[in-house]
C-alpha cells in the first residue's frame, strides 16, 4: 500500500496569556504518513496534549499550519473544522467522555449519524461491528454508567472508529487504566494498526506502550526533541 | 435526517432532566391558561357592556337639531370683509323638528352597498297620567320588525309579545321601571297626554329591560303609526333615522358624508358613546399587559432551566463538537428543547385556557338588569388562541435563545483539559 501523508505539522507555535504570556510549543514540526503508529511522549507540562488539541482542529489559536489529508486547516470556519473532526479524525480521550444519556450503541453511532454517509440501519450495523471488533458486543443495550472504565474506553475508541477516520489520536487513551485494561486497550490499537492499517498518533506516560509502536516522538519544553 | 438528529439529541438532554423541565412546561401552560381565560373573559364582559349600548345604538343616527341659523339675515346683505358682524341674543328659529323628505332619504340610504339596514324613529315627550299625577317619559315610535332585526328589540322585551306593536292598534311596551312606578299590568290601558295636550290611550302589551334602569324608568315604545296618530302628524312625520353599517368603524366617514348629502345632522355612534370605546380598550388593554407578564415569568422560568441544563451537560456538549458536531448543530439543540417546552406547555395551556373559560362560562350569573344574561360572558374568539400559541413560542424562543448561544460557544478543550 502507497504511504501518504496523512498530517502534517508546520512550525506550530502556541502562547498562554494567562498570568503572563508564555510560549508553550515552540516551533513543532513533524508529519505521520499512513498507516503509521505513533506514539508521543515527554514530560508532565511540556506541552503533549496542547499540540493534540491544535492538531485535532479543536483549538485554532496558533501560529503555523496543520495540514490534514493535504488541507490547511487555517481560516477555515467552525462548522468546517467540525466537519473535519467528523469524518476524519477519531479523539480518544483519557478520561472515557461518553453521552450518559445514550447507550452504548448510540455512543457509537452517534458521529456517523452526524456525518450522514450511509442510512441508519447500515451505521448500526457498522456499530455493531466495531463494538464486536472491541470484543464488547455484548454490552450494546447498557448504559454508559453500567460499564467498568476499560470497557468505556473500548466504547470511546468503537465510536472513533464509527467512520472510518484517516487518523486516530489519542491523549493518554490508558491513563487512567489499571494494567489488564491498559494491555486489552493496547491491544486494540495494535491490531487496528496491523490489522486494519488504521493511522495512530497516541499521547501516553506509559514508556512500555511506547516502546511497542511503530515510531517514538519525544517532547521536551514544548519542542520535539526526538522523532 | 440532520434535524432528526439533533431533535433526538435535544429530546434525551430533556428526558435526563424531565422534572425540572416538565415545572418550566407548567409553567408556560398556566400562563397561557391565564392568558387566554383573562382574555376570553374580559373580551366577554366588554362585548355585554357594548351591547347594552352599542347594539342598540344605531351607527349613523340622522335628525334635525333644533339651532339657530347659521347665515343670519345681515350676512345676506353685508358681507363681512372687514371686521365682523357682532349679533346679540340669537334664538333658534321656529322650525318643523321632522325630516323633510324622510321617504326619500331612507330610500336612497336602502341602496347604499355599507348600509346593513335603516329604521325610522320618531321621539315624542309625554305624561304618562296615573290618577292626578303626570309622569314625565318619552315614547319611541318605531318599525317594529326593522328595530327588531337591527337593534334585536326582542330581546329586551321581558314579557309579552313585541309584534303586538305592530299588531294591536294603539299599543305601547312600557319600561319596567315606568311600569313598576304607574303600577299597570299587561293588557292595561295607560292616558297618555301630548305635548300640545291631547289625551290619548294606549293598550300594555309588554314591558322591557333595556339593562340601564334609568332609561327604563322614562322610555316606552310604540309603532311609528301609532305615535303619528298620537301626535296627530301625516305618514311621513319622522324625526330619526337610524342607519346600520355592514362595519361599525365605517361610522364616522359615513355620518360626515350623508350630512353633506342630505343636508341634515348625523352623528355616529363613536362620537356618540366615546365613553364606552375608552373603558373597552382599557379592560382588553390590561388583559394583555397581565397576560404577557404570565408569559414573561414563564420565561425566565425556561431561562433558568436551559441554563442549569448548559451547565450540567458540559461534558455532552465538549464531546459533541469533539466528536463533530458543530457550534450551530449545539445552538439547534437547546432552541429545540426550548421550544419543545413551549410547544407542549403553551397547547396545554390553550386547552386549559378553554376548558377553564368553558367552565366560567357555566356559572349562573343573573341580573335584575341584564334579562339575557344567564351565565358569565365569555368570547371564545379564535385571536386570542392564536395570540397566546404565537406569543408562547416567542417567548420561549427568547428564553432560549442566550443560553442556546452560550451552549454553542463552549470551547470543548478546556471542558476536556478541566478534567
Ligand atoms: N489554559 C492554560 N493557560 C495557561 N497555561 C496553560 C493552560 N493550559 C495548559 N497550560 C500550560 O501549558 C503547559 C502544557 O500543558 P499540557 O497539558 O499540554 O501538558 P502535557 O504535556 O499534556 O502534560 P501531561 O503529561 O501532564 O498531560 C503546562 O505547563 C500547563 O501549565
Ligand atoms: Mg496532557
Not at chain 2, 47 to 59: A, E, F, K, Q, Y
Not at chain 2, 68 to 94: C, E, L
Request: charged share 20%.
Amino acid at each position: 500500500m502507497k504511504s501518504t501523508t496523512v498530517l502534517e505539522a508546520q512550525k506550530i507555535s502556541k502562547y498562554f496569556h494567562d498570568p503572563v504570556t508564555i510560549k508553550i510549543l515552540n516551533e513543532v514540526s513533524f508529519s505521520l504518513q499512513s498507516s503509521e503508529f505513533v506514539s508521543v511522549i515527554g514530560k508532565s507540562g511540556c506541552g503533549k496534549s496542547t499540540l493534540l488539541y491544535i492538531l485535532s482542529t479543536m483549538d485554532t489559536d496558533y501560529e503555523g499550519e496543520v495540514i490534514i489529508d493535504g488541507m490547511s486547516m487555517r481560516g477555515k470556519k467552525e462548522d468546517e473544522l467540525a466537519r473535519v473532526r467528523n469524518e476524519k479524525i477519531g479523539f480518544v480521550f483519557q478520561f472515557h467522555y461518553l453521552l450518559n444519556e445514550f447507550n452504548v450503541l448510540q455512543n457509537v453511532m452517534l458521529p456517523g449519524l452526524k456525518l450522514g454517509k450511509y442510512s441508519e440501519q447500515e451505521i448500526e450495523h457498522r456499530a455493531y461491528e466495531k463494538l464486536s471488533i472491541l470484543g464488547i458486543k455484548e454490552e450494546a443495550f447498557k448504559m454508559p454508567n453500567q460499564l467498568s472504565g476499560g470497557q468505556k474506553q473500548r466504547v470511546a475508541i468503537a465510536r472513533a472508529l464509527i467512520n472510518e477516520p484517516l487518523l486516530i489520536m489519542g491523549d493518554e487513551p490508558t491513563g487512567n487504566l489499571d494494567k489488564k485494561n491498559s494491555e486489552i486497550v493496547f491491544h486494540i490499537f495494535e491490531e487496528l494498526a496491523q490489522v486494519y492499517k488504521q493511522t495512530l498518533l497516541i499521547v501516553t506516560h506509559d514508556n512500555e506502550f511506547a516502546d511497542r509502536t511503530s515510531r517514538i516522538i519525544e517532547m521536551e519544553d514544548g519542542q520535539i526533541i526526538k522523532m | 435526517m440532520k434535524y432528526r438528529l439533533i431533535f433526538r439529541i435535544a429530546y434525551s438532554l430533556l428526558l435526563a432532566r424531565w422534572k425540572q423541565t416538565l415545572v418550566a412546561a407548567i409553567g408556560v401552560t398556566f400562563s397561557i391558561t391565564m392568558f387566554i381565560t383573562l382574555l376570553s373573559f374580559m373580551s366577554g364582559l366588554n362585548d355585554l357592556l357594548d351591547g347594552l349600548i352599542l347594539n342598540r345604538t344605531p351607527h349613523v343616527r340622522m335628525y334635525k337639531e333644533i339651532q339657530v341659523s347659521k347665515k343670519q339675515p345681515i350676512d345676506y346683505i353685508q358681507k363681512a370683509t372687514q371686521g365682523h358682524n357682532f349679533i346679540k341674543s340669537v334664538k333658534p328659529k321656529k322650525d318643523r323638528i321632522d325630516i323633510y323628505n324622510s321617504e326619500q332619504i331612507i330610500q336612497s340610504l336602502k341602496k347604499d352597498t355599507r348600509v346593513l339596514g335603516v329604521a325610522p324613529k320618531i321621539t315624542a315627550q309625554v305624561f304618562f297620567n296615573v290618577g292626578s299625577i303626570d309622569l314625565t317619559g318619552s315614547i319611541n315610535g318605531i318599525d317594529t320588525e326593522e328595530e327588531n332585526r337591527l337593534f334585536k328589540f326582542s330581546d329586551y322585551v321581558t314579557s309579552g309579545n313585541f309584534m303586538d306593536l305592530k299588531n294591536v292598534p294603539n299599543s305601547i311596551i312600557l319600561g319596567k321601571g315606568l311600569a313598576t312606578n304607574m303600577m299597570v299590568n299587561i293588557g292595561d290601558v295607560v292616558q297618555v297626554t301630548t305635548s300640545k295636550g291631547e289625551q290619548f290611550s294606549l293598550k300594555v302589551v309588554g314591558y322591557f329591560q333595556s339593562g340601564l334602569q334609568d332609561l327604563d324608568k322614562v322610555q316606552s315604545y310604540a309603532s311609528i303609526k301609532t305615535t303619528q296618530k298620537l301626535l296627530n302628524q301625516s305618514e311621513n312625520y319622522i324625526t330619526d333615522i337610524q342607519v346600520k353599517l355592514k362595519d361599525i368603524l365605517w361610522a364616522p366617514p359615513t355620518a360626515k358624508e350623508y350630512q353633506e348629502i342630505y343636508q341634515i345632522d348625523a352623528i355616529d355612534i363613536q362620537k356618540a358613546n366615546s365613553q364606552f370605546e375608552t373603558g373597552s380598550s382599557v379592560r382588553s388593554l390590561i388583559s394583555y399587559a397581565v397576560g404577557i407578564t404570565l408569559l414573561i415569568v414563564a420565561g425566565f422560568g425556561i431561562y433558568n432551566i436551559l441554563n442549569m441544563l448548559i451547565y450540567e451537560k458540559m461534558d455532552s456538549i465538549a464531546i459533541l463538537k469533539a466528536v463533530g458536531f458543530s457550534g450551530q448543530d449545539v445552538n439547534l439543540v437547546f432552541i429545540t428543547i426550548a421550544l419543545s417546552i413551549g410547544i407542549f406547555g403553551g397547547s396545554l395551556g390553550l386547552l386549559g385556557g378553554f376548558g377553564l373559560s368553558s367552565l366560567i362560562d357555566q356559572i349562573p350569573f343573573n341580573t335584575e338588569s341584564l334579562p339575557t344574561i344567564k351565565t358569565y360572558p365569555i368570547n371564545y374568539n379564535p385571536k386570542f388562541y392564536m395570540i397566546g400559541g404565537v406569543f408562547s413560542i416567542i417567548t420561549t424562543y427568547l428564553a432560549g435563545y442566550f443560553p442556546a448561544k452560550k451552549a454553542s460557544t463552549i470551547d470543548p478543550v478546556i471542558i476536556i483539559r478541566g478534567k
